[in-house]
């Protein structure tokens, strides 16, 4: 069509020219020229930008913060789901200016009883053990950037499709590093278990009537990028819903490798996994950089695996993991207990309610067992 329009034109220009008078002729060609190439290179600029909206839609596509559909099936098909750029480049260097400079905390599992992977293994490596460093949430300023993640907003409406409102966090969160060779771990978890083939009710995952639950959430803040290729974070796709122990030497990643997935991510982005989802870490390969993560573990309202929520000065988590908290982190430090029984919830516009049962019932509870809760 394009091409016609462009040959009429032609044609009406032609005969316009034959029209003029001579000494005209080359002035109106000239015009004619420039206003062709213009419209040419505005067609070029305009189809290659709107390449670059479709690109960029696309990319908004896996960049989702919001738990819909897609997310559901995603989900529900592979067991985690990956949160693109929930950090920002500034917040990801941050993290690891924070954990340059609490680097001598680091604890390296280089005991032969800390290896994670079986010696000889494809997840062994060839070098040092895996290197963990945790109180990621008491370095005062410092830990901003760490404790942004137990109510982010990108990543909220995820815990409350995967957990459900009034969801907590069950384990202490800390730092994951693999120097170059470092070893990874020995696949684990499951719904059913991969090794025992038993069932795991406090790691399980399920959907009922389209609610997905995950009685143990894996979230692993990815601070390095993980190309194809470079090893950490594994998973077996599908394997939250599997059910049977897995063949010998799968879990060691000496048998079916092809069905041993390492995620590609960004430093920033956040991949979102239920415990109850075979995982792993593969070995590290690249020379020029250390793996970096922090994995967090969070739990629904009344699910609990981890203890140190009511373990320490006082009761509760380590004291400074309080300080500089908003309402909304502070009530993810909540312990496990029901939702009516007055526990707070983070809503849509990340305000916190608190939900509860009518003031009768409660006088009533006090009554019979003369404390205010049951
Ligand atoms: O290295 C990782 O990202 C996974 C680690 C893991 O699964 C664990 O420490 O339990």
Same mark, same amino acid.
């Given at each position: 069509?394009?091409?016609?329009?462009?040959?009429?034109?032609?044609?009406? /220009?032609? %005969?316009?020219?034959?029209?003029?008078? @001579?000494?005209?002729?080359?002035?109106?060609?000239?015009?004619?020229?420039?206003?062709? !190439?213009?419209?040419?290179?505005?067609?070029?600029?305009?189809?290659?930008?709107?390449?670059?909206?479709?690109?960029?839609?696309?990319?908004?596509?896996? *960049? &989702?913060?919001?738990?819909?559909?897609?997310?559901?099936?995603?989900?529900?098909?592979?067991?985690?789901?990956?949160?693109?750029? =929930?950090?920002?480049?500034?917040?990801?260097?941050?993290?690891?200016?924070?954990?340059?400079?609490?680097? &001598?905390?680091?604890?390296?599992?280089?005991?032969?009883?800390?290896?994670?992977?079986?010696?000889?293994?494809?997840?062994?490596?060839?070098? @040092?053990?895996?290197?963990?460093?945790?109180?990621? !949430?008491?370095?005062?300023?410092?830990?901003?950037?760490?404790?942004?993640?137990?109510?982010?907003?990108?990543? #909220?409406?995820?815990?409350?499709?995967?957990?459900?409102?009034?969801?907590?966090?069950?384990?202490?969160?800390?730092?994951?590093?693999?120097?170059?060779?470092?070893?990874?771990?020995? !696949?684990?978890?499951? *719904? =059913? $278990?991969? *090794?025992?083939?038993?069932?795991?009710?406090? !790691?399980?995952?399920?959907?009922?009537?389209?609610?997905?639950?995950?009685?143990?959430?894996? =979230?692993?803040?990815?601070?390095?990028?993980?190309?194809?290729?470079?090893?950490?974070?594994?998973?077996?796709?599908?394997?939250?819903?599997?059910?049977?122990?897995? @063949?010998?030497?799968?879990?060691?990643?000496?048998?079916?490798?092809?069905?041993?997935?390492?995620?590609?991510?960004?430093?920033?982005?956040?991949?979102?996994?239920?415990?109850?989802?075979?995982?792993?870490?593969?070995?590290?390969?690249?020379?020029?950089?250390?793996?970096?993560?922090?994995?967090?573990?969070?739990?629904?309202?009344?699910? =609990?695996?981890?203890?140190?929520?009511?373990?320490?000065?006082?009761?509760?988590?380590? *004291?400074?993991?309080?300080?500089?908290? $908003?309402?909304?982190?502070? &009530? #993810?430090?909540?312990? @496990?207990?029901?939702?009516?029984?007055?526990?707070?919830?983070?809503?849509?516009?990340?305000? %916190?309610?608190?939900?509860?049962?009518?003031?009768?019932?409660?006088?009533?509870? /006090?009554? %019979?067992?003369?404390?205010?809760?049951?």
């Amino acid at each position: 069509m394009a091409f016609f329009a462009e040959v009429l034109v032609h044609i009406h /220009a032609c %005969v316009v020219a034959w029209l003029l008078p @001579p000494h005209m002729r080359s002035v109106f060609f000239r015009i004619l020229m420039i206003g062709m !190439l213009a419209s040419r290179a505005s067609a070029f600029i305009s189809s290659h930008s709107s390449a670059a909206i479709r690109r960029t839609s696309r990319s908004m596509a896996s *960049t &989702s913060h919001q738990f819909g559909d897609d997310e559901k099936y995603l989900f529900d098909l592979n067991g985690y789901i990956i949160v693109r750029g =929930v950090l920002t480049p500034e917040e990801v260097g941050a993290a690891n200016s924070a954990i340059d400079n609490h680097e &001598s905390e680091f604890v390296q599992r280089d005991a032969k009883e800390l290896r994670n992977a079986k010696a000889g293994s494809p997840l062994y490596g060839t070098g @040092p053990g895996r290197k963990d460093m945790g109180r990621v !949430l008491e370095w005062g300023e410092e830990s901003k950037v760490f404790k942004s993640i137990l109510a982010h907003p990108k990543l #909220v409406p995820h815990f409350h499709g995967l957990l459900g409102k009034g969801y907590r966090m069950d384990h202490l969160p800390f730092i994951i590093a693999q120097d170059e060779g470092g070893e990874g771990f020995q !696949l684990h978890g499951g *719904t =059913v $278990d991969c *090794t025992s083939g038993e069932y795991n009710s406090y !790691l399980a995952y399920t959907c009922h009537q389209g609610t997905l639950r995950n009685a143990l959430l894996g =979230v692993n803040v990815m601070l390095t990028d993980h190309n194809a290729g470079d090893g950490g974070f594994c998973v077996v796709n599908g394997s939250h819903k599997s059910n049977f122990a897995m @063949p010998g030497g799968m879990v060691d990643g000496e048998k079916y490798q092809e069905f041993i997935t390492q995620p590609v991510t960004k430093a920033g982005d956040v991949v979102l996994f239920s415990e109850g989802t075979v995982h792993g870490a593969m070995a590290w390969t690249p020379t020029d950089r250390q793996r970096r993560t922090c994995l967090y573990r969070f739990s629904p309202a009344t699910n =609990v695996y981890g203890r140190s929520y009511f373990g320490h000065e006082g009761g509760g988590w380590p *004291t400074a993991i309080y300080e500089d908290l $908003d309402e909304t982190q502070l &009530s #993810v430090l909540e312990p @496990p207990y029901a939702n009516r029984l007055d526990r707070p919830n983070i809503k849509d516009d990340r305000s %916190v309610e608190i939900t509860t049962r009518n003031e009768r019932k409660k006088a009533h509870d /006090a009554a %019979v067992f003369g404390t205010k809760y049951f």
